[in-house]
């Protein structure tokens, strides 16, 4: 190699590792703890409008968030970086810890300090704090029985419109009968089918499972059942020229090729089966948090129904995380083929 190559092939070294960010202090961090750290003196410096309880906590909760961001940007430069490294995740939510304080001090100063939001309509920070702290046993037991609920009646009516899809993908006979029934009943919203619910069970539990599995099969159904059809006839002539069979070529060819529309159609499930909960435990049950946000706006608790409202929003969010990983790891060989 000439000493002209190798003169730039160091000058291209040297370009690169000035393009790096240098390890050390993280200044999107470092601006994030001093927000934080704001937030929780403006909670506890200035006085509330109205006596309210759990305000020092809520300083407190603040000032340790803060505390540990400091600590974060201190320690983030040592870390490994890379794509899956913990530093480069840490840093992607950089921007969501600055705009999160700054949202708590707006919300704590239009409620508990300046008392701009008329009460009890409006709920200020403590006072969800004050929920979760005094209320978290009934609260807890309501996200028990969902789950309980909603867990059997989502995954009932996605295994049932799984297979409805791919039979009627796969199918022309089965196509042609039950396409219309799915095209006339589909488009209906569950809570429509509560007089059937009455009567076809004799449980509320029965009765909401019903409900809840056929707001998540219909989307999981049509999507499944258009990834089957939309399958390239090429596929299957290359399979049946090695032998195939017409269940290996389902199961081989036509269920893995569908398998990106049929995810969609899990999270479109997933989302009207949250929906559906809610309904479907005003039926007679006596938890969970369609029952809990009911008893709530009937004694005018809203702060209880703000909490309820952000723990449904943390099970939606939790679930569709779970989602995506599963998504992820069946479709892994999709990477690189598709932008995620």
């Known amino acids: 190699m000439s000493s002209t190559a190798q003169t730039a092939g160091l000058d291209l070294a040297e370009r690169l590792a000035a393009a790096r960010p240098a390890p050390g202090l993280w200044a999107t961090g470092l601006v ?3 927000v934080w750290l704001v937030a929780a003196s403006i909670i506890l410096g200035l006085p509330d409008a109205d006596d309210l309880g759990r305000t020092e906590e809520l300083a407190g909760a603040a000032a340790l968030i803060g505390g540990v961001i400091l600590a974060a940007t201190l320690l983030i430069g040592r870390l490994p970086s890379g794509p899956e490294a913990l530093s480069t995740r840490i840093r992607a939510g950089g921007p969501w810890l ?9 919300w704590e100063l239009v409620t508990a300090k300046l008392d701009w939001l008329p009460r009890p309509f409006f709920a200020a920070p403590q006072s969800i704090l004050e929920v979760f702290t005094d209320d978290w046993a009934r609260l807890g037991e309501s996200v028990l029985r969902s789950l309980i609920l909603v867990v059997p009646g989502y995954l009932l ?15 022309r006979l089965v196509g042609y009968w039950v396409h219309p029934v799915i095209r006339l009943i589909g488009p209906l919203p569950a809570t429509a089918w509560l007089p059937v619910a009455f009567f076809a069970f004799s449980t509320s539990r029965g009765a909401s499972t019903f409900l809840i599995a056929l707001a998540s099969g219909f989307p999981v159904a049509v999507l499944t059942w258009s990834g089957v059809a939309s399958v390239g006839k090429s596929y299957y002539d290359v399979a049946r020229t090695m032998g195939a069979s017409p269940w290996f070529l389902v199961r081989k060819v036509a269920v893995p090729a569908a398998m990106p529309s049929v995810f969609v159609g899990l999270f479109m499930g997933l989302g009207a089966s949250f929906s559906v909960l809610v309904v479907a435990e005003m039926m007679g049950v006596r938890a969970g948090i369609g029952w809990y946000l009911q008893w709530a706006q009937g004694w005018a608790a809203y702060a209880n129904m703000y909490a309820a409202l952000l723990v449904m929003a943390v099970m939606c969010s939790s679930a569709v995380s779970l989602l995506f990983r599963v998504r992820d790891r069946l479709l892994s060989w999709q990477k690189g083929l598709v932008r995620w």
Do not use: R, Y
């Open 32 to 34: 994030a703890a001093i």
């Open 98 to 106: 600055i705009v999160l304080p700054l949202a708590l001090i707006a």
């Open 157 to 171: 009516g996605a295994a049932l419109g799984f297979v409805t899809g791919v039979a009627m993908g796969w199918s």
